[in-house]
């Protein structure tokens, strides 16, 4: 199952993200844009592995659920599920997302959330809601890396005090990022912040390392 975060903070812009060439005048992917591309080739790949897909979306509440399925037929509905989504300029609902999941995902499955956890709040629920799948489920985490998100004095260009409390911000939120991957690895849990260049990529790795290794 792939999990298709669409709440306020998938409305941004990835911090790597820009324009295609060969499109002038288009912008930057949101990060929602990135998530629903990713679970459109999650999908395919996941035919072509004789694999069962399924899809959920969410915000403040479940948006749609298609239970895990193949063929064409499948991969269409859950393709115009995807199309559909738009974010929302509400918080995730994570209490009532992973209630959801414990109560419709009866069989073990891989479950791979495309969400953003850079709110210390928002994060610090969701690590504590895992609780109520972490037991039967395998899960996978995946978050775009939004922008500012550096480690103290990465980037060269410091030129001014301004600069240094920029810097200073972003350090301050890769701790706590590192904080949230922390506690999720306790639970078992992997979690992954990518660059839009690899983020698809990286996930199907991910999804094919756990085949390989049999821990479905």
Excluded: W
């Amino acid at each position: 199952y792939v999990v298709v975060d669409a709440s306020r903070l998938s409305a941004r812009i990835p911090e790597d993200s820009a324009p295609k060439p060969a499109l002038p005048g288009r912008r930057p992917d949101t990060m929602l844009e990135s998530f629903i591309n990713t679970a459109m080739i999650m999908a395919l790949v996941a035919r072509r592995q004789g694999d069962l897909f399924g899809l959920l979306s969410f915000d403040h509440r479940v948006k749609s659920f298609i239970k895990a399925g193949s063929g064409k037929a499948h991969f269409n509905v859950c393709r115009d599920a995807l199309y559909k989504l738009a974010p929302q300029t509400v918080n995730p609902d994570y209490d009532d997302l992973f209630t959801f999941i414990g109560q419709r995902l009866r069989r073990r499955a891989l479950i791979v959330f495309l969400t953003s956890l850079d709110d210390p709040v928002l994060a610090e629920s969701f690590v504590k809601k895992t609780g109520l799948i972490d037991h039967k489920h395998l899960i996978l985490v995946n978050m775009l890396r939004p922008a500012g998100v550096h480690s103290l004095f990465s980037r060269p260009a410091i030129e001014s005090l301004d600069d240094i409390y920029r810097d200073l911000g972003g350090h301050i939120a890769l701790h706590s990022l590192t904080e949230v991957q922390k506690g999720l690895r306790l639970r078992g849990i992997h979690f992954s912040i990518l660059p839009s260049e690899i983020f698809c990529a990286e996930i199907v790795s991910q999804y094919m390392s756990v085949k390989q290794r049999q821990l479905i």
